[in-house]
């Protein structure tokens, strides 16, 4: 967790060195807060979904979420940014960046949450279809249509085609919707 929490120091730290401030706007802090909020809402939900929170999962959130991220953000800064601009005469800035950087990070973290949801999804889409031909390379694919291998059933040996009038396989017993592959 001190390693992570050094290097998202060291990480906030260059960007707001990197990054310019326009007219005393805290710019620099509002991205690194958005962009922490996003990888936090990302990771959490990426550990939550692969299961209980120990061994190695606990270690991930220890180091990167609590350390990295937790350093690399700053609600400190936030604070005293939004301060000094209200405290400037820039009320319309200083409630501006407040309310950014406080309903953005919400939104950045539900984000975040949705991307990583919709990401493991996809993934587990990807793995049941390459279980399901992996199980029964003779059966209809998961993508509506079938898949037949060569003698050995390998699903990476076949080229997809439409079933349709002129596309039947007279040679060929069963389903048809894929052909050998002739390469």
Do not use: K
């Given at each position: 967790m001190f390693a992570g929490g050094v290097l998202g120091a060291l990480s906030r730290w260059a960007l707001g060195e990197a990054i310019p401030a326009p007219g005393g706007w805290p710019l620099a802090t509002l991205l690194v807060n958005l962009a922490g909020a996003l990888?936090?809402?990302?990771?959490?939900?990426?550990?939550a979904r692969r299961g209980p929170d120990v061994g190695r999962r606990r270690l991930v959130r220890l180091t990167v979420g609590t350390g990295f991220l937790g350093a690399f953000t700053t609600y400190s800064t936030l604070a005293v940014d939004g301060a000094r601009l209200l405290s400037?005469?820039?009320?319309?800035?200083?409630?501006?960046?407040?309310?950014?950087?406080?309903?953005?990070?919400?939104?950045?973290?539900?984000?975040?949450?949705?991307?990583?949801?919709?990401?493991?999804?996809?993934?587990?889409?990807?793995?049941?279809?390459?279980?399901?031909?992996?199980?029964?390379?003779?059966?209809?694919?998961?993508?509506?249509?079938?898949?037949?291998?060569?003698?050995?059933?390998?699903?990476?040996?076949?080229t997809p085609?439409?079933?349709?009038?002129?596309?039947?396989?007279?040679?060929?017993?069963?389903?048809?919707?894929?052909?050998?592959?002739?390469r």
């Open positions: 990888a936090l809402g990302a990771l959490l939900e990426t550990l400037a005469g820039r009320a319309g800035d200083g409630a501006w960046y407040l309310v950014l950087s406080l309903l953005g990070g919400a939104a950045a973290t539900l984000a975040g949450v949705a991307g990583a949801a919709w990401l493991h999804r996809e993934d587990r889409r990807g793995l049941a279809a390459e279980a399901h031909v992996a199980a029964h390379p003779h059966a209809p694919h998961p993508s509506g249509g079938h898949v037949l291998g060569g003698t050995s059933g390998d699903p990476q040996n076949v085609r439409r079933e349709g009038p002129g596309n039947a396989d007279p040679g060929r017993e069963g389903p048809s919707g894929a052909q050998e592959d002739p």
